[in-house]
């Protein structure tokens, strides 16, 4: 069946290091591949995404990376601030409103 | 523009009761959703809808119900609440035309006693 998963619960950095927040996901027909930030006591709220035909797309901060072949996606996000402590998660979408996703990966910035 | 809000924020049942939580947007999304989150996990699909007067299953929709008489409304019903059902809920809404990005709201932190 569909399933984005997360390879580290945890993730631990830093702060002004690089985060690289991994996942796996397993539907190769999904169109977008989103990551969403959850902060204490709040909804989602979107990042970045990237469509299916992209190999890497930046924002501010922000690069997500997607490896078809090995149907891996990451999140890197550059000089990690305080601020940046939050679960991520990352999602995929199977067609229109279908959105699937995976259990977060909690990151933790030490000052 | 307040986006997608929910009402309560907290509430505490006890085992058997009901109740309803709220869910408006004002963004004139037509897709619209619920998901529960439990501690530490990811987020589960109850139910959601397409459109007003559409609504389906989700991922685990067993002891709720859902309405959508309105594009902007969206409730979720409890009919006899169980322990199991402690959670937070969150209501979301994204524009049929974006596949990329749900917009949520910020969360009923439910607890049944």
């Known amino acids: 069946g569909e399933s984005v998963g997360l390879h580290l619960p945890t993730l631990s950095v830093q702060e002004g290091d690089n985060s690289i927040i991994n996942c796996a996901y397993s539907n190769s027909a999904s169109d977008y591949f989103i990551w969403y930030k959850q902060e204490s006591g709040k909804g989602p709220q979107f990042i970045i995404d990237i469509r299916s035909n992209m190999d890497k797309r930046q924002g501010q901060r922000v690069t997500v990376l997607l490896n078809k072949t090995v149907k891996h996606l990451s999140l890197q996000i550059a000089a990690t601030q305080p601020g940046d402590s939050a679960v991520y998660f990352c999602?995929?979408?199977?067609?229109?409103?279908?959105?699937?996703f995976g259990a977060g990966t909690r990151l933790f910035v030490k000052a | 523009n307040a986006g997608v809000t929910q009402t309560p924020k907290f509430r505490i049942l006890k085992i058997g009761q009901s109740m309803t939580l709220q869910c408006t947007q004002d963004m004139n999304h037509n897709y619209m959703y619920w998901y529960r989150q439990d501690p530490g996990m990811g987020l589960k699909l109850i139910y959601y809808s397409v459109g007003a007067g559409i609504t389906d299953k989700g991922e685990v929709p067993n002891g709720y119900n859902v309405s959508r008489s309105t594009t902007e409304d969206f409730p979720l019903r409890l009919e006899l609440a169980a322990p199991s059902q402690t959670s937070v809920y969150f209501c979301a809404a994204q524009d049929q035309r974006q596949k990329n990005e749900q917009f949520f709201g910020p969360g009923t932190r439910l607890t049944v006693l």
């Open positions: 999602a995929e979408n199977t067609g229109g409103f279908k959105t699937i």
